[in-house]
């Protein structure tokens, strides 16, 4: 059984910073690669960062400059360092995972587990 649990929410004033965790346990045999979402009241999920097994970063432009995602393989842990907080950035943030039981090169880069989510609240 793998589980996804995210931490470091919070309630922040516009322009501050929260850097949410997520920690990896569990029947992990090959991790590849590893995302955050969120979802604000009232709208879809949406994609706010992706990393690859080996590193490589992707951001959805509007995150760009503000949000680093990282990982720290040895710790099964991914992180999201969020600056310069908008009140529209409000929303619950998942972490998301593609964990397999066979090598990295079965690796699709689909998501087959996800964290119950964390609250990000920013006020003005």
């Known amino acids: 059984q793998v589980q996804l649990v995210e931490s470091g929410g919070g309630s922040v004033q516009a322009g501050g910073s929260l850097k949410l965790s997520c920690a990896v346990s569990?029947?992990?045999?090959?991790?590849?690669?590893m995302g955050w979402y969120r979802q604000a009241p009232g709208k879809q999920r949406e994609l706010v960062s992706t990393i690859s097994r080996t590193g490589t970063t992707t951001y959805v432009n509007a995150f760009k400059g503000r949000f680093t995602i990282s990982q720290d393989r040895h710790l099964n842990t991914l992180f999201l360092e969020m600056n310069s907080l908008k009140t529209e950035d409000t929303a619950v943030y998942y972490c998301?995972?593609?964990?397999?039981?066979?090598?990295?090169?079965?690796?699709?880069?689909?998501?087959?587990?996800w964290g119950q989510g964390t609250q990000v609240t920013v006020s003005s």
């Open positions: 569990g029947n992990i045999i090959t991790r590849c690669g």
């Open positions: 998301a995972a593609e964990i397999l039981m066979g090598s990295p090169a079965s690796c699709g880069g689909k998501y087959n587990y």
